[in-house]
């Protein structure tokens, strides 16, 4: 037996429904990564060196790293910090000869993508990019850091670089990438364009809880292991992060409509039942009932096992 608990859903912070429009978007590109890549066995990492590695046999790394302003115009400023963070990490890797890799940055502004010189060369980086000055105050003087030259980085070495630099700020709308995810859900036969949203909500769901983990091997999943994850299952999952992306009316109708279309089912029954005026112990009896009058769970010979949905209202929460 399912249940659904009734309570009021408080107006959220309108700085945290960017944020999580903000790791959804890195999410979804995760997952349009993913679908795209060529290679079955390549292997993506969720929160690693980037927002998103890539790694493939035979070729080097890709660290990616997403932006996501719909709300604002571009400037360089934006990806000031994301490339002097880039630098870094390469400095560290030819100071310590250790394998070079490929530097992806990615993004989505509303406008003002032509406020930045590209392809970049050596001067913009350094003057533009690499370059900060502090703001002059009274008791002292503008202070200039090149972060190039506290590297030891040479013209050189710069080059080297950029060539490993893939600058990309013209990216798909969040609506946009959710459609393509659809697209290709459908297109590698993962599922029908009618469950598209249901395996969707199951691809940020797999990500999410990949990013959630203390160890970088276990943030680590392949193309194959992720359809398989998709294809395997065995129940729908949503929660705030897919409820965010559809309004709640077409959330309300696509459960409807994968669930309910077919009201003379046994499998679709749904008790709405107003605590309000029923005791703890009738409550559980009436639920005992309901789950031995109406479920199968157990039955051998039932192919397809089932049980009802019972919404509780006004529940109390000492319960």
């Given at each position: 037996m399912c249940l659904i608990l009734g309570g009021i859903m408080s107006e959220p912070n309108r700085q945290a429904i960017d944020t999580i429009r903000g790791y959804l978007y890195q999410f979804d590109y995760t997952i349009l990564q993913i679908l795209n890549h060529e290679h079955e066995h390549a292997t993506f990492t969720v929160e690693g060196i980037?927002?998103?590695?890539?790694?493939?046999?035979?070729?080097?790394?890709?660290?990616?790293?997403?932006?996501?302003?719909?709300?604002?115009?571009?400037?360089p400023s934006k990806i000031?910090?994301?490339?002097?963070?880039?630098?870094?990490?390469?400095?560290?890797?030819?100071q310590e000869s250790q394998s070079l890799i490929q530097y992806k940055l990615f993004g989505h502004y509303k406008s003002g993508q032509d406020?930045?010189?590209?392809?970049?060369?050596?001067?913009?980086?350094?003057?533009?990019?690499?370059?900060?000055?502090?703001?002059?105050?009274?008791?002292?003087?503008?202070?200039?850091?090149?972060?190039?030259?506290?590297?030891?980085?040479?013209?050189?070495?710069?080059?080297?670089?950029?060539?490993?630099?893939t600058l990309d700020i013209d990216g798909l709308t969040l609506d946009q990438q959710h459609t393509c995810i659809q697209?290709?859900?459908?297109?590698?036969?993962?599922?029908?364009?009618?469950?598209?949203?249901?395996?969707?909500?199951?691809?940020?769901?797999?990500?999410?809880?990949?990013a959630k983990n203390q160890l970088e091997v276990e943030r680590k999943i392949t193309k194959s292991k992720f359809i398989d994850d998709l294809k395997n299952s065995k129940r729908m999952i949503f929660d705030c992060w897919y409820l965010e992306?559809?309004?709640?009316?077409?959330?309300?109708?696509?459960?409807?409509?994968?669930?309910?279309?077919?009201?003379q089912s046994k499998y679709n029954r749904f008790f709405l039942i107003d605590t309000a005026s029923i005791g703890f112990f009738d409550l559980k009896d009436l639920l005992k009932k309901i789950s031995h009058k109406w479920s199968n769970l157990?039955?051998?010979?039932?192919?397809k096992r089932?049980?009802?949905?019972?919404?509780?209202h006004n529940i109390n929460s000492e319960i």
């Open positions: 980037e927002d998103i590695d890539i790694e493939q046999l035979g070729s080097e790394t890709v660290a990616i790293q997403c932006k996501y302003y719909e709300k604002s115009d571009f400037t000031k910090e994301a490339i002097v963070w880039m630098v870094r990490d390469f400095s560290k890797r030819v406020k930045i010189q590209y392809p970049i060369d050596i001067t913009y980086l350094k003057d533009s990019l690499l370059t900060s000055k502090t703001q002059e105050k009274e008791d002292r003087p503008s202070v200039i850091t090149k972060i190039y030259e506290d590297l030891n980085l040479n013209d050189k070495d710069l080059e080297l670089f950029l060539s490993k630099l697209k290709k859900l459908t297109e590698l036969n993962i599922c029908s364009s009618n469950d598209a949203d249901f395996f969707y909500a199951k691809s940020i769901y797999i990500i999410r809880n990949l992306k559809v309004t709640l009316d077409k959330y309300c109708k696509s459960i409807r409509k994968k669930y309910f279309n077919d009201t157990t039955g051998v010979r039932q192919v089932f049980c009802p949905f019972v919404y509780l």
